[in-house]
């Protein structure tokens, strides 16, 4: 009988090779990198899983995936045009090291989180972290989606020029905003099963 570990985990795409997705526990925020085939290309990074991981000669393989949550995760590096918000919030950024705000719609209704961290400069690469889930977005995610339902879409943008990364959690999925931040950014959505 192989050993199994069942738990809470969040989707991103593994920095090591195709054909490969890390889970990160979120609880623990502990990688593992897990093979996937053909059915299991359609998790998507940002998906929130419930699963079952069976270790047979020392890799993980999934045995049991629940999709809890279909949230996206969209990366984009040297992004130019940065939208208004983002750019205070950046500025903000580099005087405090980190900063936050909220977006809202026309009708004033909150629809967004924003999120910039000044870049430290030297060997600290914030949007790799992001990307490779060395710095977990689950505790961002956590107090955006308080009083807000269902799935979300999340942009980490580096800018060009401006030595901050922001992460934007649009509340709603597949809104008008998301499809702006998509388009705007080259962030196109993937297909989803």
């Given amino acids: 009988m192989n050993p199994t570990t069942s738990g809470t985990f969040r989707v991103l795409d593994s920095p090591r090779a195709d054909g490969e997705r890390l889970l990160l526990d979120v609880d623990t925020h502990d990688p593992t990198y897990v093979a996937v085939d053909d059915a299991e290309e359609s998790l998507l990074p940002g998906y929130l899983l419930d699963a079952t991981l069976e270790w047979v000669e020392g890799e993980p393989e999934l045995s049991t995936v629940s999709v809890r949550e279909f949230t996206l995760f969209s990366f984009a590096d040297g992004v130019t045009n940065l939208f208004e918000a983002a750019t205070e ?19 004033g209704d909150v629809n967004g989180a924003l999120y910039a961290f000044a870049e430290q400069g030297g060997e ?32 980490v943008l580096r800018p060009a020029d401006a030595p901050c990364v922001v992460v934007y959690i649009v509340l709603q999925k597949e809104s008008m905003l998301a499809d702006t931040v998509r388009d705007t950014y080259d962030c196109p959505r993937p297909d989803e099963p």
């Avoid at 005087?95 to 705000?101: F, I, L, R």
């Avoid at 490779?132 to 999340?154: C, F, K, M, Y």
Wanted: aromatic content about 6%; some cysteine; overall charge negative.
């Fill in 124 to 155: 600290l690469d914030l949007f790799e972290e992001f990307r490779t889930g060395v710095r977990p977005l689950e505790p961002l995610l956590e107090r955006a989606a308080e009083g807000a339902d269902g799935p979300q879409e999340v942009f």
């Fill in 89 to 107: 919030t950046c500025r903000e950024a580099r005087t405090e090291g980190v900063a936050s705000d909220v977006t809202r719609s026309t009708d």
